[in-house]
Every structure is written in structure tokens, then in C-alpha cells.
């Protein structure tokens, strides 16, 4: 008789108890700071219906669903892929008639396919919160405040927020007139910082002269000063793009004079989620971490697939990428 390798299957691991230790330290102290600012635990399931979990969702989450057919019912059930879409479900369902904001948070496991045969974890640990029901910078420099805050009551000191704007990129693609080939093309060069094909580009397409304000902000990281290059170009004059940056302002003006501004980076050309987010976008980067610990934004569209359109912004944390910056930087 074959005896079975015993092997798990790839991208997940075990977490024995030393780890496991460290990384609900870490938990209690994100939790902790997530109540102290007003947001309430829930409990989300691991399962859900396919064609409920992906209203609203981005193409990107979409194609990263692992799902099976329930022999009951005959219905596509996914493995939990990200706790924002049940989030979104939540609030659709249950807090349908309140009018002030909803402040929820969660931690636990999201399953997704990994993109590439080589590796990268598909179970990871997150926990994280979302405000529904607030479109205001108020509201994005909120959840970035307890965001900064929840990785310095982790002891986490050197790190930086990179904060874009999505609306900044669409206001001026969809000013450039582009095709659908030609704007997947500009998407590609701005998320592989390629300023060399951007600047051929800028040539030889129709409105291409609209793409220069992308090759002259690819590479700045910084505050203020990045704001202020966009009087480098006067092409920004869509509004769009125009009340993309007085937003980004007004977020990065509430967190300065919070004096958090020095955890924080502005970049104009972050793309992420780009057909998911709906304005601020940002990321967590700690020295001597390859991959980011965290990331959020604000979706405001998510809702109206669940029948309740209201605008929300928030975060997740990777709990292990956070435990390893941890580590690193003790």
C-alpha cells in the first residue's frame, strides 16, 4: 500500500505555537486601537455565495475567488477572498436604516488564487475596518490616522503610508480620449513605472501631449512638494483630476496637523484596485519588507451592488507581513 505524503497544499502553511503567540500579541494590540476609536467586532463566515460576494467587486478579487459547487443547492460557494465585500453585505443587510455612519472591524483568514505557479501565499491573516456612510476627507484621514496608529501600538517605527488618488489617473485618461487598448496600455506603463514607453506615447497618440504630467510624478515620494509639481504641467486642468488633488490636500493637511504627516508619502501615479477604488488609495511599507503590510481605500460603488449605495473607505492589515516588519526592525 502507497503511504499518502503528508503535505499541505500549496500556499498555506501551519503556525505553530511560538508564532502563533506572537502574531495574536500583535492582534490584541490592533484590536485595541480599533475599539478605542468606535469600531465594533463582527464576525464574518468563511463561505459565500459566488454571485453575492462579487457585487460590486473589482475584476482583480474576482479572478482570485477559490469556489466549489454546494452538492444542495447547485450554487457557487467561494472561500472567503477579502472581508470588505462582507462587510459591504453586512451593513446592506443589517444596518440598511441607520443614518449615521457604521464603524465595523474584523480579523481572520481571506483564501485567494495565486497569480503565478511559482509560490506566494493563498491564506492569509488580515484584520482590518471599514466606515460606511462618510464621503468626507474627514473620513479618509480617519481611517488612515487608526491605521498609523495601530502599527505604532505595535511597535512598529519605521514605516511609511504611500497615499494616491484614483481619480487623479482617470480624470486624465478619460480627458486623452483613449481606446480600450490604448488606455490598458497607459495603465501598464504607469503600474510598471515605465517613463520611457509613457514618453512614446505621449507622441504618438491623438492627445498624448495629456500624458506628460504622468512621466514627470512616476517616480516622486514625498509631501507637499508633490503636490505642488502638478504647477510643473498646466495639461492638469480636467476636474476631475483637479478635485482629485484639492482631496488628496485636504486628507494630507488633516494628518499634518495631527502630526502624522511624516508616516506618510503622497504618489499620484498609485494604481491599485484601479476599476475597485473611487478615490484615496494607499498602502503600508516598513523598512526591510519586500511586500506591503496593509492596504486600503475608499470604494464608494461597492454598496449600490448590494442595493444600498453609500460611500465607505477603510483598511486591512497582513497580521504575518506585520509580525515580520515587527521582527526585523526589534
Keep these: 500500500m502507497l503511504q499518502t505524503e503528508i503535505t499541505l497544499p500549496r500556499g498555506v502553511r501551519d503556525t505553530l505555537p511560538e508564532r502563533t503567540a506572537k502574531r495574536n500579541t500583535l492582534l490584541r494590540k490592533v484590536l485595541s486601537v480599533f475599539e478605542d476609536c468606535g469600531y465594533s467586532e463582527v464576525t464574518t463566515p468563511s463561505l459565500e455565495y459566488v454571485d453575492v460576494i462579487t457585487q460590486g467587486a473589482g475584476k482583480d478579487l474576482k479572478k482570485r475567488i477559490v469556489k466549489f459547487t454546494d452538492r444542495a443547492t447547485g450554487r457557487s460557494i467561494a472561500l472567503r477572498p477579502d472581508f470588505t465585500p462582507q462587510i459591504a453585505r453586512i451593513v446592506a443587510t443589517h444596518y ?37 456612510g462618510n464621503s468626507s476627507p474627514e473620513a479618509d484621514a480617519e481611517i488612515i490616522e487608526i491605521l498609523i496608529e495601530s502599527l505604532k501600538a505595535c511597535n512598529l517605527k519605521d514605516f511609511k503610508i504611500a497615499i494616491g488618488q484614483v481619480d487623479f489617473v482617470k480624470g486624465i485618461l478619460d480627458e486623452a480620449h483613449l481606446s480600450q487598448s490604448e488606455r490598458t496600455e497607459v495603465l501598464d506603463a504607469i503600474a510598471k513605472r515605465d517613463s520611457t514607453r509613457l514618453n512614446e506615447m505621449s507622441i504618438t497618440l491623438k492627445y498624448g501631449e495629456l500624458l506628460v504630467p504622468f512621466q514627470a510624478l512616476l517616480y516622486p515620494f514625498g509631501g507637499e512638494e508633490v503636490l505642488d509639481r502638478r504647477h510643473e504641467n498646466r495639461l ?12 488628496i490636500k485636504s486628507v494630507f493637511d488633516i494628518l499634518k ?57 477603510g483598511f486591512a492589515i497582513d497580521l504575518d507581513n506585520l509580525m515580520s516588519a515587527v521582527e526585523r526592525q526589534a
Design 257 to 313: 496637523r495631527k502630526r502624522l504627516s511624516k508616516y506618510v508619502s503622497l504618489d499620484l501615479c498609485e494604481i491599485r484596485g484601479f476599476d475597485y477604488h473611487t478615490g484615496i488609495i494607499f498602502e503600508g511599507f516598513a523598512s526591510g519588507l519586500g511586500s506591503a503590510l496593509c492596504g486600503g481605500g475608499r470604494y464608494d460603488d461597492l454598496l449600490s451592488g448590494f442595493g444600498h449605495p453609500s460611500p465607505a473607505t
Design 236 to 247: 492638469i486642468t480636467n476636474e476631475r483630476s483637479r478635485n482629485a488633488l484639492e482631496n
Design 96 to 132: 440598511r436604516e441607520k443614518n449615521t455612519p457604521v464603524r465595523l472591524s474584523y480579523h481572520g483568514s481571506v483564501i485567494r488564487q495565486t497569480e503565478d505557479a511559482g509560490g506566494g501565499h493563498r491564506e492569509l491573516y488580515q484584520a482590518g475596518v471599514e466606515s460606511i
